[in-house]
């Protein structure tokens, strides 16, 4: 048991499946995420990570087991609720709005915490107006953590796609994430961008004193950052350990080469 396994868990998931008619994607995994861990996701194709990233965010419902997120079952949360309780996830590819500016997608992700409504923004004005401006700053804060300052008001859709998995972080970053869950955040960069992320990444975790779990299949990236591996195969976990640990594991070797471990 590694030391941060040994603090108290913030999101556990326990006993899942998931099944899909007749295929079984997850089947009874148990995982626990402890608090500022970096917990790397990795597998072959098909393997679940995807799937249990869908679970443990309350997107997809488990055919069994249940996740606690702080110590709240979130397994009856609708999505939206589950985003409010600051487990936070991006996507593979990116979900963003390609007609509007870097700064304008990342006051996306604030909006959920924006206390004025149209109405209200309607009949106290000024209300509405100091807390735009409080919106801002918190946007602009991030854009500089992001280093994206410069292209704050260059619409998303003109960017690299290295340049748009940095937006969509800020944008997962805007909903002020106690948690943040990454699907292949890396995919389709070249290596100085997988490095800027990379970088990121460990600065979030470093900053914000948040857990971050990343699927990923850089094992490059994966071995440098993180602090420890589960790894899926068909469905199943079969290691939990640290990235020297893991790389040794024979039935993880076997699963990389394409046997049935
Ligand atoms: N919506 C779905 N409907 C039916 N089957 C699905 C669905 N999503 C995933 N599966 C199946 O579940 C299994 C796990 O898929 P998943 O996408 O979670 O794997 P993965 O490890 O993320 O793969 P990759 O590395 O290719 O993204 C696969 O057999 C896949 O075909």
Partial sequence: MT????????????????KFGGVTALADISVNIGQQELVALIGPNGAGKSSLLNVLSGFYRP??????????????LPVHRVAQTGLVRTF???HLLPNMSVLD?????????MKSTLTTAFFYYPFAHREEIAQRAIAEEILGFLELEHLRHQ??????????????LGRALAMEPRMLLLDE???GMNGEEKEDLARF????????????????????VVMDIAD??????????????????????????????????
């Fill in 228 to 261: 420890r591996v589960v790894v899926l195969n068909f469905g199943r976990k079969i290691a939990d350990a640290s990235p020297v640990a893991v790389q040794q594991d024979e039935h993880v070797i076997s699963a990389y080469l394409g046997g049935k471990a």
């Fill in 3 to 18: 030391e941060a396994t040994r603090q108290p868990a913030m999101l556990e998931a326990r006993g899942i499946t998931l």
């Fill in 185 to 187: 955040p890396m995919a």
């Fill in 105 to 113: 997608n990342i006051l996306v992700g604030r909006y959920m915490h």
């Fill in 92 to 94: 593979q590819g990116t």
């Fill in 201 to 220: 990444i460990l600065d979030i975790r470093e900053s914000r004193q948040i857990p971050v779990v990343l699927v990923e299949h850089d094992m490059g």
């Fill in 155 to 168: 619409k998303v859709g003109t960017l690299g796609y290295g340049m748009r998995k940095r937006v969509d």
């Fill in 63 to 76: 055919s069994q087991g249940s996740v606690r997120f702080d110590g709240l079952d979130i397994g009856h």
